[in-house]
DNA sequence: TTGTACGCGTTATCAC
DNA sequence: GTGATAACGCGTACAA
């Protein structure tokens, strides 16, 4: 069946004209006569002409395409960044190609190379987990230097010169401890994960900026590290049975669900006996029972904000190096899981 | 700085031998002496040479690009779909284009538009909300018209002849009812959306097939349509207050865990007094207190099926006009908010 | 006003 | 063995 798609040739032969004179006829050029013009628009909306974007593509060495590379999709707040960047890209006229790295530093080597071959303008990403681990930034190195531009945004390395766009976590994490301790809370309890990660590190530092401003000391004893991805209940249970904090602050959404599991189960209540804030606004703090107050990180805003710097670098004509780093602010969302301040 | 990429063209002139015969060289073509075979392969390895995606794409009328079209990404299932899409289509060397409909009509018509000027080879899609009110699908039509592979999945229409998996959604719903009628639960609430949706429409079909099988009557009372997206919880509560069910299954997730939350605030206990089964096996039945029974729509496979369905057609080379229409089978994941049976 | 020629980067065919 | 040429579909500088 496969009505093979028309083109300029096709119209010109049709029309017996040259080829030349059906583009310069479809972009209504002053050049053409009336008559031609009209003959050639007609038909080639009779017959749905529309121009083939590879073939403009390699004329323009711009595809219109932006390459996303991200840990992982089945997570909100990676969700609501892609939103972002779609709503911005789609609006300019891009297209988003997603590359998921799966957390592994080899996938993520094998989607930016498949996509810096000519397929894309320019990379939005967001490091994996194996990347952040190995420490190893050469193929981002490689793609930058050839003048592909790119922005990472949450998970980035200083050791890549480029746009950034981030969240104050620090910041978020001590607006958070803040609550706490406005509320009265005073053993309030850390659930993160190993180092590695950048973000939890800056989560860490603002919870203890936090109790340090207050004048207490940070108690290592209050902190659990769980490895990534990995929600082991049973090892929550023993930390929060051991330690009883009357507060928690998690560095993500998960490890805050199960931290809530464990002491509703002991009996407490949510807000009453202990608090619980937690970082990632998704879906599960939101409607959690009771819902859980959360540090907003804005995913959708970052993922405009990361597609209008990639977009500008990309039309930009001037070649001057300058790199931006956006910093966001982060929100504290308050609910049921914290105590009302009237 | 940018760094031009590196061209057939660069190296043929770099080393003194025609374009073709770089061509060859790199191919590691018979044609060619070992030693300028050696030659232009070192060198091409030196400066990274890496062939134009673009410029094959035109030469072979085959992008390897996929284009993804669906309502939404903040929403877990399709994410699970995705992520299978992204693994069986990556490991055949396609990327995954990915673009949202944001359930709107007009949005769908414009991606496709945009992706079917040759940036892709196929489409996998499931339709917007926007869509199916409308059951206009001319865009559809189209581009199947032309050839361009396509298939469907989850939201389908019959009027379109193409690809299609599915999952047997009269049959999901039928295994939950039955499940909570063997139980003993005789008055199960129905938290559905609409009717327009062809998915809700078939839960609802197995609903009351299931009670019927049982010999019981259908109470319509027993039904609550509410408004897609829109959680009203107020409503569900007046509804449940109302009813009193001793067992709710709900079309998705959210329903489900809002249906959960007015039960217990109520004072009753979930299993005890009332079971709950939900669809969409997602996040938030995994991690709610208590874990929510589901029926599991295996998204993943899913998405591996139709990238499967797609590709081969993509690269068949027959003109056979044959479609097929697979239907998965849905799983019960039994959790904490039925009654457990030995 | 229209048409010719060339280039984007690649591959395939055919001539040397 | 190597290279010239055409072609994929489009746009544009230049010629007619």
Redesign the interface.
């Known amino acids: ?5 028309i083109t300029l040739k096709h119209i010109a032969k049709e029309l017996d004209v040259s080829i030349s004179t059906v583009s310069k006829a479809l972009k209504n050029s002053e050049e053409i006569s009336r008559d031609t013009k009209e003959k050639i628009q007609a038909f080639a909306k009779l017959y ?1 002409y ?6 403009i ?2 004329k323009n060495k711009r ?1 219109k ?1 932006i390459g996303v590379i991200i840990p992982d ?2 997570h ?1 707040f990676f ?2 960044v ?2 972002g960047i ?1 709503n911005y890209a ?1 609006a300019k ?1 891009y ?6 790295s799966d957390e592994s530093f080899d996938k993520e080597v ?2 930016m ?7 894309i303008d320019g990379f939005i990403m967001s490091l994996s987990a194996g990347t952040e681990k190995k420490k190893d930034f050469n193929h981002l190195k ?1 793609v930058t ?3 592909i531009p790119m922005v990472l945004f949450d998970r980035v390395t200083s050791e890549i010169n480029c746009d950034k766009v981030l969240i104050d976590d620090i910041q978020g994490a001590y607006v958070a401890t803040k609550k706490l301790l406005d509320e009265g809370r005073r053993k309030i309890a850390l659930l993160t994960t190993e180092d590695f990660f950048s973000v939890s590190m800056n989560r860490n530092k603002g919870y203890r900026k936090a109790l340090k401003d207050f004048g207490l000391e940070v108690n290592p004893d209050l902190v659990l590290k769980l490895p990534f991805m990995d929600i082991d209940e049973a090892k929550i249970e023993e930390f929060l049975n051991q330690i009883e904090p009357d507060a928690i602050l998690s560095v993500n959404e ?1 490890f805050g ?2 931290g ?2 464990v002491v ?1 189960r002991k009996g407490l209540n949510v807000p009453k006996d202990i608090s619980i804030i937690g970082f990632t606004d998704g ?2 703090a939101k ?3 009771p819902s859980i107050t959360s540090v907003a990180q804005h995913g959708e805003l970052m993922g405009e904000t990361a597609a209008k710097m990639l977009i500008e670098k990309v039309e930009s004509e001037n ?1 001057e ?1 300058t790199y931006r780093t956006e910093i966001l602010q982060p929100t504290l969302i308050e609910r049921e899981s914290t105590l009302n301040q009237v």
């Open positions: 069946m496969l009505k093979q798609k749905n529309k121009p083939n974007n590879i073939a593509s390699l595809t395409n999709i089945v909100h969700t609501t892609i939103r779609e789609n006229g297209n988003v190609i997603v590359c998921l094998i989607n190379e498949m996509l810096a071959n000519g397929s490689e230097e050839q003048g998960i669900i199960y809530m599991r509703q879906l599960l409607h959690a029972n070649e190096e």
